[in-house]
């Protein structure tokens, strides 16, 4: 669905990168476990070093979209085409990757957490 929105403006396609759906995946794992919602992580980690530590490296850009309590994939990508910094990310035509984490545990706050990380490397 984000490349579909990205096609619309002429943007390429992202590709799937193992590394940065590592890093969102144990995000939203993060996310889920200490029921927050944020780009700063329970420990203190940023969007650079968790994609350091899930192996993505020698990058040129990284980028960041989160989100909790969207019941399926197109209403998140749904409310992130509405948020003006969500959809600068996801209309970017630079970045050239993307991963993606997603949990769902039921009696949080938030119920459903979502991560996309992006990146380009040189």
């Known amino acids: 669905m984000t490349n579909e929105e990205r096609a619309r403006v002429g943007c390429p396609e992202l590709n799937n ?64 085409m509405e948020s003006p910094d969500h959809r600068a990310n996801i209309l970017n035509c630079s970045l050239t990757h993307m991963g993606v984490g997603y949990v769902n545990k039921g009696g949080t706050a938030h119920g459903r957490y979502w991560t996309q990380d992006f990146g380009k490397k040189p």
Not at 20 to 33: E, I, K, P, T, V
Not at 34 to 39: E, L, R, W
Not at 49 to 74: I, K
């Open 17 to 80: 990168d193992l590394a940065l759906g590592r890093a969102a995946q144990r995000h939203s794992m993060d996310m889920a476990r200490n029921d927050f919602v944020g780009h700063t992580g329970s420990h203190g980690s940023t969007m650079r070093t968790r994609a350091r530590d899930a192996g993505y490296f020698r990058w040129r850009s990284l980028a960041e979209n989160v989100a909790a309590g969207q019941r399926s994939p197109a209403a998140v990508v749904r409310s992130w």
